[in-house]
């Protein structure tokens, strides 16, 4: 069952780049919204003033031609005043409450709905002033305002206010770029050296500084650290290799130890089966130790376990390997598709190289020889373990065949 795929997380940018957007969005819309509606309340108590003075002037000058019951004259007396005045409907109507006249403003047409919507929501009761003649009120005089100018004004808010949230979106990008520059883009670097530290051990990387104070100093600590990290791992390498050599590796020849000629016939045995090519093992063993290292003391069969050692790495071809098992026994790996007749000559390379004396630390010198025993894989063997008892077997063999020369 395939585990769900970890949600993306939002990068330090985004989160920094939305949170400045929605402050400055939010500022600007609370800005906004109260300079509209103090806009509207001051326009709304002008245009309520000037109704009134509207209504006033209205009512004196139709007064006498209600007086002469001339309608048309009061419909050319309130058009003289109420044009131009933020005036969209004027009616007059007597005492009983039936209309007299009326006068709409000649540009209402089609908007007039809308305009009277906006009206009732403006100036929820419209201005009535009455007509007198001395102490009597003749009739009454209703103006309703028109909304028109405050609908302008909200419309060019609204304009307004878009525009400044357009700009605010452009601001919010340069200053996420900036953010991107200045402080993101230090981190995302210190990020992308980490990550390449932590995964491929690039410990030699560093991080360039940044122009502002605080992730400057971040960047100069964090390589600091890598500096320290650096000479640790460098440390570290450099023991684990003195311990590794020192884990495959004879301290008295050079040669790899038993554990090393281990590893190196399971690797040779792998890539023989891989390529079809055999290789061969060698054993040998030092002929009269026993007898150099007891008449001439340690530090002779030490010296003289050096010399073979060197002469053995002579007499090896490129790729073939030598080995100390222990005491005087040693161990060659010849490399791959090697035939019987490279091994034999091999052999005789050796036994050549033997032929000349080991000075020892006394300043006696003496005659070593060695005692080879050689299986090929697959051809002796392709069991590894059945292959070195097979090798060993023949170094017995060849020893015994020198004995009884001697004897």
Not at 309 to 337: K, M, T
Not at 382 to 401: F, I, S, T
Request: hydrophobic fraction near 45%; include cysteine.
């Amino acid at each position: 069952m395939t585990r769900p795929a970890a949600p993306l997380m939002p990068t330090l940018r985004h989160i920094l780049a939305r949170v400045h957007t929605r402050l400055i969005l939010f500022a600007v819309l609370m800005a906004g919204v109260t300079l509209i509606a103090a806009g509207v309340l001051i326009m709304r108590d002008y245009a309520e003033r000037n109704l009134a003075l509207v209504a006033r002037t209205a009512s004196y000058t139709i007064e006498p031609a209600l007086l002469f019951d001339d309608m048309a004259a009061a419909q050319d007396g309130i058009a003289m005043v109420a044009n131009g005045q933020g005036v969209r409907l004027v009616e007059v109507r007597d005492n009983q409450g039936r209309l007299m006249t009326r006068w709409i403003r000649p540009d209402a047409g089609a908007m007039a709905r809308l305009e009277a919507t906006a009206e009732k929501l403006l100036w929820p009761s419209p201005v009535t002033e009455p007509v007198r003649h001395g102490r009597d009120i003749i009739a009454r005089l209703t103006v309703h305002g028109d909304a028109g100018a405050i609908g302008r004004y909200l419309l060019s808010g609204v304009v307004i206010a878009l525009a400044c949230l357009g700009l605010t979106v452009i601001a919010t990008q340069i200053l996420a770029r900036r953010l991107q520059k200045d402080v993101t883009g230090p981190l995302a670097q210190i990020a992308d050296v980490a990550h390449a530290v932590r995964v491929d051990r690039r410990f030699d990387m560093r991080v360039p500084g940044a122009d502002i104070a605080e992730v400057d100093q971040l960047a100069r600590d964090f390589n600091a650290l890598l500096d320290e990290l650096q000479q640790w791992h460098a440390g570290l390498l450099s023991e684990n290799r003195q311990l590794e050599h020192q884990a495959t590796r004879d301290p008295l020849t050079g040669l790899g130890n038993r554990a090393m000629f281990e590893r190196q016939l399971a690797a040779s045995v792998e890539a023989a089966e891989q390529t079809g090519q055999g290789f061969a093992i060698i054993y040998a063993d030092v002929n009269r130790f026993k007898q150099v290292n007891d008449g001439h003391g340690h530090d002779a069969g030490d010296v003289m376990l050096i010399v073979i050692a060197a002469r053995l790495r002579a007499a090896l071809r490129n790729g073939d390997l030598a080995f100390r098992l222990g005491g005087d026994e040693f161990a060659l790996i010849l490399a791959s598709d090697t035939t019987r007749e490279v091994v034999e000559a091999l052999a005789a390379r050796i036994d050549t190289g033997m032929e000349q004396p080991i000075m020892l630390p006394s300043g006696q010198s003496i005659q070593s020889s060695l005692s080879l025993g050689w299986a090929l894989y697959p051809q002796d063997s392709a069991d590894p373990r059945d292959l070195l008892r097979h090798a060993d077997a023949a170094m017995y063999a060849a020893k015994g065949r020198r004995h009884a020369t001697t004897d």
